[in-house]
């Protein structure tokens, strides 16, 4: 056990070594090579623009966070709701699938101005984009984990009497919850691509509105101080599912630490 643990704080303290050194690297090159801010600023001087436009900035954050999270958990509901019908149903897979496939295909900055149209320009174009962008990894992936039980366990649960619903739901969702998370971890930052899209074409509100602006004023450290808050936004979103996948999937953590030992 302590040697597992061990071997996870080298892992942690190598991603924070890497990274320490990323930006050390990204500062010198910058002072070598006398690189002007308007073509790439240095850390530091992003977070000075952090630190001290952080008051304006803030109320842009909450609002892109806001707006990201609803898209998401719209997505994540639409996307568990597909899923089960089409991993529980193979002539619902027949019928679904291609379409989903094709809808994920179109550029999500295609729909961004019919979202305009319907609901003008604001916060919902931005959640629904949100909302788009997000739903084919949840869909996909839940119903992988539904089409990957056991056919002797259906029969035995059959055997018993269960229903189809009592099978999904007492087998199949739970067998599946791996690889929803799996879709929650890459379906959460594909939520900030949406909504920041959307901010950039149909909103006056956000950090992408902000990022739109800082760039046609030529403030590049500024455009880049918003991409560090997504960045972060992102970071910390991504870790939470992680660890919420740990907490309520553990069971599929043992071969990894089992590695590790």
């Given at each position: 056990m302590n040697e597992t643990l061990s071997a996870q704080m080298r892992q942690r303290l190598l991603s924070a070594a890497a990274l320490i050194g990323f930006f050390l690297l990204w500062e010198a090159i910058c002072r070598i090579a006398g690189i002007s801010d308007l073509v790439l600023p240095r850390p530091s001087q992003i977070l000075v623009v952090l630190v001290e436009r952080m008051p304006v900035l803030w109320p842009h954050t909450v609002q892109t966070l806001y707006t990201t999270l609803v898209g998401f958990a719209l997505g994540v509901a639409a996307g568990v709701v597909i899923g089960a019908v089409i991993g529980s149903s193979k002539l619902a897979y027949d019928v679904a699938y291609p379409l989903l496939v094709g809808f994920s295909s179109i550029p999500k900055v295609a729909v961004v101005p019919i979202f305009v149209v319907?609901?003008?320009?604001?916060?919902?174009?931005?959640?629904?984009?949100?909302?788009?962008?997000?739903?084919?990894?949840?869909?996909?992936?839940?119903?992988?984990?539904?089409?990957t039980t056991e056919p002797e366990l259906e029969d035995v649960l059959k055997v018993l009497g269960a229903s189809k619903m009592d099978m999904l739901w007492n087998v199949g969702l739970p067998r599946a919850l791996p690889y929803l998370f799996a879709s929650l971890k890459i379906a959460i930052t594909l939520a900030f691509v949406g909504t920041v899209l959307s901010e950039t074409v149909a909103a006056n509100k956000g950090i992408g509105n902000v990022m739109m602006i800082a760039s046609g004023n030529f403030d590049v450290p500024l455009v880049f101080a918003g991409l560090l808050i997504l960045a972060l936004l992102g970071v910390a979103l991504y870790a939470l599912f992680a660890l919420l996948e740990m907490r309520l999937t553990g069971w599929t953590q043992r071969k990894s630490e089992i590695a590790l030992a």
């Open positions: 319907w609901f003008g320009a604001g916060t919902v174009p931005a959640i629904l984009t949100s909302m788009v962008i997000s739903v084919f990894p949840v869909v996909v992936n839940v119903a992988t984990g539904l089409a």
